[in-house]
């Protein structure tokens, strides 16, 4: 498996041949000039994980990539005519992707405050042929799904979250991979804070792993 990171919550995710783009947002850059895609994923409508400035050319450049989205996404980008055919992806849903078993999960985005309506927020799981729980992308969520995880996208900050929540995420989680991501909203000083006590307070068996911006990194 490769991941390449384009900031904030975008990852490449290559496995067995198979090409997944998950969150191409606002907040992100680099992921504008890629081909052979053979899915692009959404967590949910943030324009930090989905810009729809930018998701007609993408879309257009890759013909070939199955498209989904949470279902307000889906609804919204389907409305606004953005691009693309894309589905909507309800937790306990399954597809094929090349090679990757593509499973959705979770369901609702963390409170951000009680008075702002929660939206639709789906977390994404990898499973190749025999090896389930390759990678998981959770959005704006801590969603657990009580399973073996190798490799975790980890919301490192946000509006909705304090440090501690991530910390506690991780540990539950444990991963045998941790990955950094939301970090877009720190400044330089602030992502380093926050990635050294992530680092400092993961579970011991977990590699807490931070990508160079658009540099694919064997997993």
Known sequence: MQITHFGHSCLLVEIDGTRILFDPGNFSHGFEGLTGLDAILVTHQHPDHCD???LPDLVAANPGAVLYADPQTTAQITRDDVAGSWTAAHAGDQVAVGEVSVR??????????????????????LDSADDPGRFMHPGDSFYIPFEKVDVLALPSAAPWMKLSESVDYLRA???????????????????????GRLADMKAAATEFRVLDRESAVEM
């Open 52 to 54: 729809v400035a930018r």
């Open 173 to 195: 989680m444990a991963p045998r991979v941790a990955v950094p991501i939301h970090q877009a909203i720190l400044s330089d000083a602030g992502t380093g804070i926050h990635y």
């Open 104 to 125: 959705v999960t979770g369901g609702r985005h963390a409170v951000i405050h009680p008075e702002i309506p929660v939206i639709d927020n789906v977390a994404y799981i």
